[in-house]
């Protein structure tokens, strides 16, 4: 599985890793049944890890985040990208009244509504799904250009499938 990664600083001590994780082409046509008109369509998971789990974030890293993924889309035109917020225990923060998965789903819509005039400009859509069986429910979204539209419900459906 090919991968792009850059580690971004919050010019505070700690640092975000972001991974665009790119699906081969045999798992695009044997697990997503893409279409073969749609070939050449790349489809990516973002994972984002906190450098030091032990240490707090500043607030900058995930604005140059968000960034750093609307540039991917121009760099890669005919990608479709994924992103469900994980469920594992938040370290250092004082948002226990939430579920983690909320916390980070709150976070990642909060960036993404300041970036979706750009998103808008560049053709991008996306589709929001809760993931994952009773109990363990977690939220993702996918980001697709608007001439990916015709077979999105096939990674949407992957990614429902994926974590039942």
Known sequence: M??????????????????????????KADTFQIPPE????EIADIAIEKLYLDEPLGLR????????????FVQF???VFSFICSTE?????NHKSIAPEQYRWNLFEY?????????IE?????KDIIVGPDGYQSFARVFY????APIIHLVVAHLENKYH
């Open 2 to 27: 090919e991968s792009v990664e850059t580690l971004i600083s919050d010019n505070e001590g700690n640092h975000l890793v972001v991974v665009l994780n790119f699906y081969e082409d045999s798992q």
């Open 111 to 119: 960036f993404y509504q300041h970036n979706i005039d750009r998103l």
């Open 38 to 41: 749609f070939t050449e369509l």
């Open 145 to 148: 250009r608007t001439s990916h």
């Open 122 to 126: 560049l053709c991008i859509e996306s």
């Open 77 to 79: 035109p005919n990608a």
């Open 61 to 72: 890293a995930f604005y140059r985040m968000c960034q750093w993924l609307v540039e991917q």
């Open 89 to 93: 225990p938040l370290e250092m923060t």
